[in-house]
Structures are given as structure tokens and as C-alpha cells.
Nanobody
């Protein structure tokens, strides 16, 4: 069974930074695309970033481009999301997800497994 566990969320001021981590307990982790999504109450879960299995290709939502960086360490079964220049509108529960395919994708339906989420709150 695939398990994804996020960590690193918290409270930060506008302009601050946080680094989210996602630990995957699955031996096929390294062969598939990983992504980060976020969700606020009453809204649909939205795509943030994805990274292909080699780490050579990344894809970002326009809202975070230039501020967030996704990376992965296949040897450790880890995915990271470095979030800089945080804004109050970045406040959400952030989810790590494993896709059922290898290419970058922002389609929620392409992701088969999800973590439990970690709360990020950016104060103004």
C-alpha cells in the first residue's frame, strides 16, 4: 500500500518561507510523477506543482511560478516544496500526491494516491 506523509507546514508571515516534505513508502516511487496540490475550505483542490520521475522536468501553477520550487530525492523516497515569498492567499492545506503516469500533469484525476495534508497559514 502506498503511503504519503507530508510535514513542514506551519504559520509564517507574509514574505516568509516554508519547506514542505513528503515521505513516500513505496518502492515504485522513483518511476512516477509526484505533485503538490492545495485546498482551502469550500474550494476545489488546486494544482500547485509537479515533477517527473527523473526530476528533470517540473511544472507549476501560474500563481506560484517563480516563488515555489518542487524537487525530489528518489534515493530517499522524498519530495519537497520550497515556498518563498509567501502570501496570505497561499494559506491552505497542502497535499502531496503520486501520479499514475510519468509526465507532468495538473489534472487531479491523474493522481492515484494522496497524503493526509499539512496546514500552511500565511499571516498578513
Amino acid at each position: 500500500q502506498v503511503q504519503l506523509v507530508e510535514s513542514g507546514g506551519g504559520l509564517v508571515q507574509t514574505g516568509g518561507a516554508l519547506r514542505l516534505s513528503c515521505a513516500a513508502s513505496e518502492r515504485t516511487f522513483s518511476s512516477l510523477t509526484m505533485g503538490w496540490f492545495r485546498q482551502t475550505p469550500g474550494k476545489e483542490r488546486e494544482f500547485v506543482a509537479s515533477i517527473t520521475w527523473t526530476g528533470g522536468s517540473t511544472y507549476y501553477a501560474d500563481s506560484v511560478k517563480g516563488r515555489f520550487t518542487i524537487s525530489r530525492d528518489n534515493a530517499k523516497n522524498m519530495v519537497y516544496l520550497q515556498m518563498n515569498s509567501l502570501k496570505p492567499e497561499d494559506t491552505a492545506v497542502y497535499y502531496c500526491a503520486r501520479a499514475a503516469k510519468r509526465g507532468n500533469t495538473d489534472n487531479l484525476e491523474d493522481y492515484a494516491y494522496w497524503g493526509q495534508g499539512t496546514q500552511v497559514t500565511v499571516s498578513s
